[in-house]
């Protein structure tokens, strides 16, 4: 079992940072493929970015290319997603979420464990 437990989102500006945090508890996580997904009012959960087990592989939505970053400390089994010139579109609940299959399917949506989701809101 695997207990995954993202950071308080917030509330920034139209070009303003913010940077989550996912710490991970339980099996070998640091084995797995992590990601961020979001999921906006009315519309369907999204693949944001993916990061492969070491860390040496990473994948990216094109919406969010260039202004997320994914990164991991596998010994603090903790995922970040730093987030750079947000626009009022990102608004959402953001997920953790992790894969012990890999990114493939990780980037697909298969997910095996989701954290419980945290709001962010990106005001104009």
Known sequence: QVQLVESEGGSVQAGGSLR????????VVSTY???WFRQAPG???EF???ISRGGSGTSYADSVKGRFAISRDDAKKTVYLQMNNLE???TAVY??????AGM?????????WWGQGTQVTVSS
């Not at 493939?104 to 095996?112: M, N």
């Open 48 to 50: 944001l970015a993916a």
């Open 20 to 27: 989550l945090s996912c710490a991970a508890s339980g099996r």
């Open 88 to 90: 009022p579109e990102d």
């Open 104 to 112: 493939r399917p990780l980037v697909s949506g298969r997910v095996a």
């Open 95 to 100: 997920y953790c979420a992790a894969q012990p």
């Open 43 to 45: 519309q369907a959960r």
């Open 33 to 35: 493929a992590m990601g």
